[in-house]
């Protein structure tokens, strides 16, 4: 006769717990890598509830699902810092993402650690490194813009000067200067990065098969890191409108930019239009 063997219940609860762990890292995947301790230099980001980190031999990533503990940490650091992470996986995009069990302190460094040209890049794509060069995590850039129907308004960034129209009596009395605040130029970043204006030629013209009476213009110019970019279209409807991909985001995103000039106050203080267009 075969003898059984019988174990307690509390072994036997035991031994389904370790079973039912076993095979899961501290993210809880089935399978992967344990999470380990990696160093990297801290990237502050302006404006989004996101931080990021440069790990050598990966490159950037951002670092996602922190909690409020991890973000007490980063809070009074500044980019260059080192810093270590708990991670088990990069997901290899560009920017690479993390997802942090944990992150602490190591030491200040230097911004010096991360190489300008990602930084370049990063900011190209819309991530915005804070360092001393960029305080508002911001690419060096300006941009000039014109837009109008017959008289034309303008504005330029550099200088700040602001044209309400070119078609009055007195054209000088039209002109004004408005320096863009730092919520300003943040917005008008964030609308030419909207409206892809590296993808345009230099003279576009959505609709070649279409004349529109009034024409209208838009002009744009941005010198973005010592790199510049003309998009001119000067026969345009006013709305815009094309069914041409992409040039309806571009249309609205410099109609914004004209708009958050028109309704500044040195616009509005300037004297009344001598003509209207129906």
């Known amino acids: 006769m075969k003898k059984k063997l019988i174990l307690p219940a509390a072994l036997v609860l035991l031994v389904l717990s370790l079973g039912a762990c076993r095979g899961r890292n501290g993210s809880g995947e089935e399978g992967g890598p344990a999470a380990q301790w990696t160093e990297g230099i801290y990237m502050e980001i302006a404006g989004r509830d996101e931080a990021m980190i440069y790990l050598p031999n990966t490159g950037p990533c951002t670092m996602y699902g922190l909690t409020e503990e991890m973000k007490a940490v980063l809070k009074p650091l500044s980019t260059g810092d ?159 409108k094309t069914c041409e991909p992409g040039a309806n985001d571009f249309f609205d995103s410099l109609q914004k930019i004209a708009e958050l000039l028109m309704n500044t106050e040195e616009f509005q203080a300037l004297p009344d239009y001598e003509h209207y267009y129906e």
């Open 82 to 240: 080192v810093i270590s992470v708990k991670i088990s996986i990069i997901e290899e995009t560009y920017p690479g993402n993390v997802y942090p069990e944990d992150v602490k302190f190591v030491r200040e460094g230097e911004e010096s650690g991360i190489p300008e040209g990602e930084l370049l890049h990063l900011r190209a794509m819309g991530h915005l490194v804070i360092d001393s060069s960029h305080p508002l995590g911001l690419p060096n850039f300006e941009f000039t813009l014109s837009w109008g129907t017959y008289g034309y308004s303008s504005y330029d960034s550099a200088s700040g000067k602001l044209v309400k129209t070119t078609d009055a009596s007195h054209p000088e009395d039209y002109v004004t200067t408005h320096q863009l605040t730092d919520e300003e130029r943040r917005l008008c970043w964030q609308y030419l990065m909207n409206s892809n204006y590296r993808a345009f030629p230099e003279i576009y013209d959505p609709d070649p098969n279409m004349e529109c009476e009034p024409p209208s213009e838009f002009a744009l110019t941005v010198t973005n890191e010592g790199e510049t970019k003309k998009v001119s279209c000067s026969d345009t409807a006013r709305d815009a």
